[in-house]
């Protein structure tokens, strides 16, 4: 049992891939926050052009 324990407070491969997935986690936060607010500056941009070739 106490080899166990021992062996289990060694290994760091568990912490590496929760690391790795709160990493993958934060990036994707960040490229949503992005895309959503360059998606709602290029609508605006598409609808002010629309107005204007349509003479409005």
Known sequence: MK???ARFA???SG?????????????SVV????????GTG???RFTAIGT???GG
């Not at 912490?15 to 990036?27: D, N, P, Q």
């Open 31 to 38: 490229l949503i926050t992005v895309m959503g607010t360059i």
């Open 52 to 54: 204007a070739l349509t």
């Open 10 to 12: 060694r290994n760091e």
């Open 3 to 5: 080899n166990l324990l």
């Open 42 to 44: 290029l609508t605006t």
């Open 15 to 27: 912490a590496t891939a929760i690391e790795y997935g709160l990493i993958a986690g934060l990036i």
